[in-house]
């Protein structure tokens, strides 16, 4: 069993800064990549950015300069800091694992999602 916990969502003014992360936990053997989506009320979900176990990282170019991901590889832990953002930031945010369990193959998991709201 695998569970993929985040935190750090909220509300904050435009231009404003939140730091988001999500800790993945269980018969974990080893995780490939981790990453962001999120998903605004009527649209798709879609990739924020994500991170490889070696370090290499990938960000979509509309947050490009704005948001870091980062990942601490011996706690199973993925981060992403938001700053200048935006009203168009908010969404509900997932944190996404491509991992090995002890027992099965490669799979994605999924977190439960956490709301960021970005208005004055």
């Known amino acids: 069993q695998v569970q993929l916990v985040e935190s750090g969502g909220g509300l904050v003014q435009p231009g404003g800064s939140l730091r988001l992360s999500c800790a993945a936990s269980?018969?974990?053997?080893?995780?490939?990549?981790m990453g962001w989506y999120r998903q605004a009320p009527g649209e798709q979900r879609e990739l924020v950015a994500d991170?490889?176990?070696?370090?290499?990282?990938n960000y979509v170019d509309f947050v490009k300069g704005r948001f870091t991901i980062s990942r601490d590889n011996a706690e199973n832990t993925v981060y992403l800091q938001m700053n200048s953002l935006k009203p168009e930031d908010t969404a509900v945010y997932y944190c996404n694992a491509y991992l090995r369990t002890i027992e099965a193959g490669w799979y994605d998991y999924w977190g439960q999602g956490t709301q960021v709201t970005v208005s004055s």
């Open positions: 991170i490889t176990s070696d370090g290499r990282t």
């Open positions: 269980g018969s974990i053997f080893r995780v490939r990549v």
